[in-house]
């Protein structure tokens, strides 16, 4: 979510609604995301895909004395060298105040030569509290993939209340064994410097 985002949303946790469904099986796979950037942002998310590519994720975001949760369930669709697609339902809920909703989401990742697209885009709807619904646009990272390395731009964007808000710059990343550490410098509506490590197993 863009700066503003994270001042005036407020935070979020949850009961997430699940989805299920046969598909053909696939290695089951646990993901955790780190990150921390400038204006005490903070996120930890972790994320566990069964075989069958139901995907279960819960998240932190703090900025300040602001505390979101997030707790949701989701389908994965596509191939894995390729592309793929996660629908995804999450409760939320969080502090200061009582405020909650559930966010309707979809995570995308396509890969196409050296080029890769990857970034998460939802739309909050609350159900109590004072948080207006609002659509917004998630680490939408465009990147060039060059050996180990990617190199490219990341843009998050929001709606709230009809005025827009983004932040746009470019990202560095290289994957490893473990993950990825990849580090932002974005502006636009303010300003942010960003550090994300990801470890999958």
Same mark, same amino acid.
């Given at each position: 979510? &863009? #700066?503003?985002? *994270?001042?005036? +949303?407020?935070?979020? %946790?949850? /009961? =997430?609604? @699940?989805?299920?469904?046969? &598909? #053909?099986?696939? *290695?089951?796979? +646990?993901?955790?995301? %780190?990150? /921390? =950037?400038? @204006?005490?942002?903070?996120?930890?998310?972790?994320?566990?895909?069964?075989?069958?590519?139901?995907?279960?994720? =819960?998240?932190?975001?703090?900025?300040?004395?602001?505390?979101?949760?997030?707790?949701?369930?989701?389908?994965?669709?596509?191939?894995?060298?390729?592309?793929?697609?996660?629908?995804?339902?999450?409760?939320?809920?969080?502090?200061?105040?009582?405020?909650?909703?559930?966010?309707?989401?979809?995570?995308?990742?396509?890969?196409?030569?050296?080029?890769?697209?990857?970034?998460?885009?939802?739309?909050?709807?609350?159900?109590?509290?004072?948080?207006?619904?609002?659509?917004?646009?998630?680490?939408?990272?465009?990147?060039?993939?060059?050996?180990?390395?990617?190199?490219?731009?990341?843009?998050?964007?929001?709606?709230?209340?009809?005025?827009?808000?983004?932040?746009?710059?470019?990202?560095?990343?290289?994957?490893?064994?473990?993950?990825?550490?990849?580090?932002?410098?974005?502006?636009?509506?303010?300003?942010?410097?960003?550090?994300?490590?990801?470890?999958?197993?």
């Amino acid at each position: 979510m &863009a #700066a503003r985002l *994270r001042r005036e +949303s407020g935070a979020l %946790l949850a /009961a =997430a609604v @699940g989805l299920a469904g046969a &598909a #053909a099986p696939a *290695r089951a796979q +646990s993901e955790i995301e %780190l990150r /921390a =950037a400038t @204006g005490a942002y903070r996120f930890v998310d972790v994320s566990y895909e069964f075989r069958n590519r139901v995907v279960v994720d =819960a998240l932190h975001v703090g900025v300040s004395d602001v505390q979101e949760y997030h707790l949701g369930a989701g389908y994965e669709l596509g191939s894995d060298s390729a592309w793929s697609v996660t629908p995804i339902v999450y409760g939320v809920l969080g502090t200061p105040g009582r405020r909650q909703g559930v966010t309707l989401g979809v995570f995308a990742d396509f890969r196409s030569g050296s080029w890769r697209v990857r970034g998460f885009a939802g739309r909050f709807f609350p159900t109590g509290g004072t948080v207006p619904g609002y659509t917004f646009v998630d680490a939408f990272d465009l990147t060039r993939v060059i050996g180990s390395w990617e190199v490219g731009a990341s843009m998050d964007a929001d709606q709230i209340g009809g005025s827009p808000g983004w932040l746009l710059g470019p990202t560095l990343k290289r994957n490893d064994g473990l993950g990825a550490w990849a580090v932002s410098c974005r502006t636009g509506d303010g300003s942010e410097f960003r550090v994300i490590r990801t470890l999958q197993f």
